[in-house]
């Protein structure tokens, strides 16, 4: 089922110079329709256009040649240069498929009925036959049948990407037997269970040992989720959850914002849900994110007396991995993480582009030019490497490879947030929260404008 990398380049030369030229125009036409204005977006020359455009077909190639042609499921990690794997399938790396097939559809990388069809298998395996306890699926699961893998955990953040991408097919297809089985999965998750008789959601659950001790009681990516349950058809959140949640502020280098060190826990919410000129009784999100990502780069930059090849030109700390194992590393915190080695994580950048064009593209430029055997391949970037040791990961990690696709996509034409806040229950969760647009008039950011 999957394809080739040289089926994307034979597209139209008039298709790819659209997409070079006036990327954002589909779009900004959809958002005026929706009743949004578009905002003025970073302008994107044409070479960084296709460079952009190079990531994010590469990035879909690995859900092309991941996701099972059955089961609809996707491993959650390959080698980076495409070779064989055995890894299990990750619940939340098929959610990112998902949103990479309304990507891929948009885009004209692969029909609207090729995307339905991908949609449809992965739908209808999950809700049949995937492994879950109360509608939550279990993190990891076999690529084959779906059976719960690893003595892994019913997961509440990982079941809440799932459904992101789910939501995101039936409102960017619109075809009726993906809204039924989006539907059935979400009208069958247990959002009071899950609470555990607290006031905030837990980890998840495991047969072995009953809840996990870990509650999603401060700042990380747990926004989406929140909102999610928030919105739910069926026995939402009680409006409280919301409030229920920690919101520690951080200072750096000028910047003021919600501190989590991992770069990756103020992206993941803001991949879907469309944060920009709105903000709830705490916080304007969508700036926190910028300044978490302004605020990495400087701290960054001054760790070069440690890391030399560390600089404002080449930054990002996410959770990946590295030569000793899976970090869950970020930056800033305190004088120096004894952790950190020098590792960069591509996906850093890659995931936070809507909120630093410019400086996000000028370090992923520079990292496509670091001349390290591996680092670039058919998946774009390998998930991590380390300048100081000469060591390149050997594989790419599926959510890492996701979340890149969709945030260049919702820069370059915003296709994503178009589809998904179009989506019932993410306004009601939005306006369960509290948040109220910024001024009088409505804007949806409708991605970069693509200049000559």
Known sequence: ???????????????????????????????????????????????????????????????????????????????????????????????????????????????????????????????????????????????????????????????????????????????????????????????QWAMNGGSTLSHGWTPEGGFLQSRWDSYSEHM???????????NPLPKESWHAWQRPKTHYAGFEFIACPPLFTHQYSHAWFFFRDRSDDYADYWQNSVAATLAQREWCAAQSHLFPSWSHSLWGVTASDSERGYRAWGAPQGPHDPKLDGTLVPCAPGG????????????????????????????????????????????VIAIDV????????????GSVWAAFMKAPEAQRGMAAAGFRMRGDVPKMNAGAVAAD
């Open 1 to 191: 089922m999957s394809r080739p990398m040289a089926d994307f380049s034979k597209r139209s030369h008039l298709r790819r110079l659209i997409v070079a030229m006036v990327g954002a125009l589909g779009f900004i036409a959809a958002a005026f329709a929706h009743g949004y204005e578009a905002r003025d977006g970073a302008v994107l020359d044409q070479a960084e256009t296709a460079f952009l455009v190079d990531i994010e077909q590469r990035g879909v190639q690995y859900f092309l040649d991941h996701t099972h042609p059955q089961t609809g499921l996707t491993r959650d990690r390959a080698p980076a240069m495409g070779t064989a794997t055995y890894a299990p399938a990750s619940i939340a790396a098929s959610g990112f498929a998902l949103t990479a097939w309304v990507i891929a559809a948009d885009q004209g990388w692969m029909t609207r009925e090729e995307a339905i069809s991908r949609c449809l298998r992965t739908l209808a395996f999950a809700h049949d036959h995937v492994a879950h306890e109360r509608g939550w699926f279990y993190h990891f699961v076999d690529f084959d049948d779906g059976k719960r893998v690893w003595n892994s955990e019913a997961s509440t953040i990982d079941t809440a990407l799932f459904m992101l991408g789910a939501l995101t097919a039936r409102e960017a297809l619109k075809d009726p037997e993906i809204t039924g089985w989006v539907d059935a999965l979400y009208q069958r998750i247990d959002w």
């Open 224 to 234: 989406a989720l929140y909102l999610l349950g928030l919105g739910a058809p069926t």
């Open 352 to 395: 936070s582009l809507p909120f630093a064009p410019r400086e996000c593209i000028e370090v992923l430029s520079h990292m496509r030019q670091v001349e390290l055997e591996g680092l670039w391949g058919r998946y774009g970037f390998a998930d991590a490497f380390n300048l100081e040791t000469g060591w390149v990961a050997p594989d």
């Open 402 to 413: 996701g979340i890149t696709v969709i945030m260049s996509n919702n820069l370059r034409v």
